[in-house]
């Protein structure tokens, strides 16, 4: 989050404040935001007038809180049908999950993390973290680690500089150095895996969309449990799954993808 002195100014305050209203996963109230906030209380109630005057942000008189407005919503859907990779994938990835039989999920790194924009979900679906338009952890997601290897050096430096290292489970790469050695074993052999680093009992394998010129566009991963599969039986699928993202990356090329942040 920025500070008063933001690099970007107003709009770059206004967006943090949307950012906190966002985190929040609920509405919320002004005394909450005001405790995480690093804004003065006028400075932060002007923020949440102008944004709720713009439409941004959407307050509840009855209950005084503030949650997420209708014209973000148009501007998401609109986002998510220009820059996102969901709607020129979704037939790709229906097919992959027809075919495996497991869950789909279409990824895109967003400030060096993991931004989910689509899933299929399996026959037999399986109740987990990543639902399209939440945010996830790079360093410990197959999809998250399979773009990271692809990106370049500066980008992943980056990127890396961003992770928390939160260790989820005894699986989970907590330092710098165990993931770049990671990344460059996923560099090798082209796909990625969640070995339950995430979270308990979900595995996966992932690989990367990558334009002709060697571009990270996004990764996808086909993703199911220790309980009813194995990295084995996921890693059978690699050529199936490469496969997919190819169809994705010429698709995208076609239509001229913008670059990502």
Known sequence: MGSDGHSDG???????VL?????????????????RSPYPKATLYRFLQTLTNQGMLAYDADLGTYALGVRLVRLAHAAWAQSSLAPIARPFISDLATLTGETVHLAQMDQGQVLYVDKRNAARPV???????KVGPAYCTGVGK???????EAEVDSAIARQSFHRFGHQTLDTPEKLRAELAA???RGHAFDREEHEPGIICCAAPILARNGRVLG??????TTARSSLAALEAEAD???????QIASAAESWRFPEQG
Do not use: N, W, Y
């Open 219 to 224: 990764a996808l991963s086909v993703t199911s």
């Open 19 to 35: 950012d906190m209203v966002a985190g929040h996963g609920r509405p919320v109230r002004f005394s909450d935001l005001l405790d």
């Open 127 to 133: 109740e987990m973290f990543s639902q399209a338009g």
């Open 186 to 188: 996923i560099r090798v």
């Open 240 to 246: 199936r799954i490469k496969a997919c993202a190819a």
């Open 146 to 152: 399979a773009m990271l290897a692809f990106m370049s």
């Open 10 to 16: 107003t709009v770059g305050k206004a967006l943090d």
